[in-house]
């Protein structure tokens, strides 16, 4: 699986928007890109995914760069609730394969 | 919304003992996982689990561990002898389809003592 570099930790305020970024210079054509989040103590939560045009869903959205050699995932207004490790994770599609987690970005939000 | 369901939450086990735990993925899920987490680590991948075989696993994935689909709507993982690095949380997870997201269960911390 191709290599993603996400910050170790971002910190938000509430109600705020928050940009979480991912580089993913190695990327390959068929490779999606993934978020999913994990809560404390809970198990990972699928957030969003995208192969070339920007994404919508009712959590967030997804901005891939033009190249695909990186992407921004986006908290159009952050909640305690969304306090998290957000991964991003390259996947392709044409197996049921694993997903492979790296360390993520832990995802402060402050009342 | 549907939901993975991961029994029982919490196991402590003796080393050496063997344990099942116990997932009922989505009911018309095809893709079945397995997951685990040591604590203040990485979550890893485990196996994954297509048309009643295994499609995948990984190097963790020894002799040790098994899975099993046995009746449609269970699906589980067995360690038969399970050593003090077992200890983490077990998170199974399914999936519709290739192109779709994964669900994951909130997991069973697995406690070998």
């Known amino acids: 699986d191709a290599k993603t570099t996400q910050p170790n930790s971002m910190e938000s305020n509430e109600e705020e928007p928050v940009h979480l970024p991912c580089n993913h210079s190695t990327i390959s054509g068929t490779d999606y890109i993934h978020w999913y989040r994990q809560l404390p103590s809970q198990g990972p939560e699928y957030v969003i995914h995208?192969?070339?045009s920007n994404v919508n869903n009712r959590m967030a959205s997804l901005a891939i760069a033009e190249d695909r050699k990186s992407s921004t995932l986006i908290l159009h207004r952050a909640t305690l609730r969304d306090a998290a490790v957000y991964y991003c994770?390259?996947?392709?599609?044409?197996?049921?394969?694993?997903?492979?987690f790296g360390e993520g970005t832990q995802l402060t939000v402050n009342p | 919304e549907p939901e993975v369901t991961q029994t029982p939450s919490h196991q402590v086990t003796q080393m050496g003992q063997e344990v099942i735990l116990r997932c009922v993925p989505i009911s018309n899920h095809l893709y079945f996982y397995w997951y685990r987490q040591i604590l203040g680590q990485k979550v890893e991948f485990l196996v994954s689990f297509y048309n009643n075989e295994i499609s995948e696993k990984s190097e963790i994935f020894d002799d040790q561990f098994s899975v099993e689909r046995p009746d449609g709507s269970n699906f589980t993982l067995k360690i038969r002898s399970t050593k003090l690095e077992d200890s983490a949380m077990y998170f199974c997870a399914s999936r519709y389809d290739r192109g779709t997201e994964a669900f994951f269960g909130q997991g069973t911390r697995l406690t070998v003592v």
């Open positions: 995208g192969l070339t």
């Open positions: 994770i390259l996947r392709e599609e044409t197996s049921g394969s694993r997903l492979t």
